[in-house]
């Protein structure tokens, strides 16, 4: 089974620095919640979010959003050959059960994933289909232990698709970037043992998922 990363990922609730700016609260007081209780996200908190760390890596849930239904509605995953994790871009870590359906409407996954931020795991009869702890890039690598760990950048190796499939055995760890804009921070890069790169552009992290996990999945069931 491999693994796939979405490393850094945009994906946090308001941090406590930034819970008390007026576009924060009254984004807050529309959706009936504290405004530490929401994500952080650019579309409403654009003026909160001026100069803060890491600003270009942060406020963008919807991009994540966008790389989860491309990782969770394919075959590979539905057929339980690749395990999905969201490392988040303040070290935390949300873990995928089986056959996990998340919703596709971003309102609906906003909900899903503030009630996860609230009571750390969503479960069923069947079991856990989320759970989220506080967990560094590196320590999910040592959790994992996969052989090898394939990452995505522009300061990679160029190469392709195809190429890079031929590299991808049954253990190995996928990693691409859940933000916007940027590379990944040094603790993240050192950790990838093959950093490759597509284009002189960067893709989105979705189009760089969709479009690797189904190169993967040609080698599997075609």
Known sequence: MISLILAESSL????????????????????????????????WHFAAMKGIENELKRGRPDLVHFSILEATTIPLYLTNKMKLYVHTVDDKVISFGKNVHLPKSYHRFEGVIEKLYKEKKI???????LEIKDQTFSELLDEIKPSKVIGFSTKGKRSTYEKIVEEVVDDTCIVIGGFQKGHFSESVENKITDLYSLDD???????????????????IFM
């Open 12 to 43: 946090e609730l308001v941090p406590s620095e930034l819970i008390n700016h007026p576009s924060v609260i009254s984004h807050a007081n529309k959706l009936g919640k504290k405004p530490s209780e929401i994500l952080l996200d650019n579309s």
């Open 123 to 129: 479960t069923t009869n069947e079991g856990v289909l």
């Open 201 to 219: 552009k960067a893709f989105e992290g979705h189009v760089v998922v969709a479009r690797m996990l189904y190169e993967y999945e040609k080698t």
